[in-house]
């Protein structure tokens, strides 16, 4: 009676244990607020996967930076402090330099060359190699939209902007295609963006066009120029225990929930930009012209050259470029 006990005790115990393996939640860091289009799509994930793998994988969100700004709890989650974040091109690029030639200037020439470029598998390969050799993976993407050029004073071309001083993300790649642009790189806050147009510490910006009519920009940037340059990705990271937590089956049912929300927020990103700039065309008096892109593509070319000389990129912008027929 005592050994058939003893048994049974045993067998709860690996049951349990089991169970504690296979079943948990993890925390996902990010820096923007819950109610932001990345904060929406996170959320309508999150409820995808405890769906699917019947509460076993949870996530709980720490939204607005309550963990840290994106370098800092990118580097936690190199130790495993933390399970996973959402992490910029421009930010994860500091750590996985093979990210850089996704924020090469017209690496995406479409959305639908962006998408093919994004789920290539190739691509994928290439990224999870380089992204492990740093003990991070890659889970999934979300997608903002192109980038372009808004001013404070008309621009019409590529000549224009000449010596204009342009804020810019601190990435290398960004300050260096602002440059090649014939720009100046100027660093400055996105939270002092607006003050900074205002009082001509800046003359304007390279972002998202849709930023002239959410933070009203175009209230003091009224030309906004469509060159559509890079296309930067929200990428969601996890630390390198957490495929092994997660067990190889319910990271199948993830990856293929997260793969539905990066292919949707391609869609909702080109939409809301064009909604949003037309607020800013409408409301705010935003001026936009279309522009030849061909000088602007010209000038960032050195750009690949160097990126196909770096062993750290070689394979990427290899894989980028079978994808895309170049």
Not at 106 to 117: M, N, Q
Not at 205 to 231: D, Q, S
Not at 285 to 312: C, H, I, N
Request: charged residues 20%; hydrophobic residues 45%; proline residues 3%.
């Amino acid at each position: 009676m005592g050994i058939t006990l003893r048994l049974i005790t045993a067998a709860l115990a690996v049951a349990v244990s089991a169970v504690s393996v296979h079943a948990a939640t993890f925390r996902i860091a990010t820096n923007v607020t819950e109610d932001s289009t990345a904060g929406k799509l996170l959320a309508e994930f999150s409820e995808a996967v405890t769906a699917r793998t019947e509460g076993r994988v949870k996530f709980k969100m720490f939204h607005n930076g309550v963990l840290g700004e994106q370098a800092q709890y990118l580097q936690q989650i190199q130790t495993g402090a933390i399970d996973a974040g959402l992490v910029n091109s421009g930010t994860l690029e500091t750590v996985v330099p093979a990210v850089g030639v996704m924020n090469l200037p017209y690496a995406f020439r479409s959305s639908e060359e962006y998408a093919k470029v994004m789920t290539d598998p190739n691509i994928l390969k290439t990224l999870e190699t380089a992204s492990r050799a740093q003990k991070i993976n890659v889970l999934g993407f979300l997608s903002s939209g192109f980038r372009s050029i808004y001013t404070t004073k008309p621009v019409k071309d590529f000549a224009g902007l000449k010596g204009l001083k342009l804020r810019s993300i601190a990435s290398p790649t960004y300050t260096e295609m602002v440059s090649l642009f014939g720009a100046v790189p100027t660093p400055l806050p996105f939270g002092e963006l607006y003050s900074g147009l205002q009082a001509g510490v800046v003359d304007g910006a390279e972002g998202g066009l849709a930023g002239l009519w959410v933070a009203k920009f175009g209230e003091v940037a009224k030309y906004a120029l469509v060159t559509n340059h890079t296309r930067l990705t929200d990428f969601i990271v996890t630390s390198a225990e957490f495929n092994e937590k997660v067990g190889k089956q319910d990271l199948a049912l993830l990856q293929e929930e997260f793969q539905k929300v990066s292919l949707k927020s391609i869609k909702f990103a080109d939409q809301t930009e064009a909604d949003q700039l037309a607020q800013a065309v409408a409301k705010l008096g935003v001026t936009v012209t279309q522009t030849d892109l061909a000088p602007f593509m010209a000038a960032v070319s050195p750009m690949y050259e160097k990126a196909r000389g770096d062993a750290a990129k070689r394979p990427m912008i290899e894989a980028l470029f079978t994808a895309t027929g170049r």
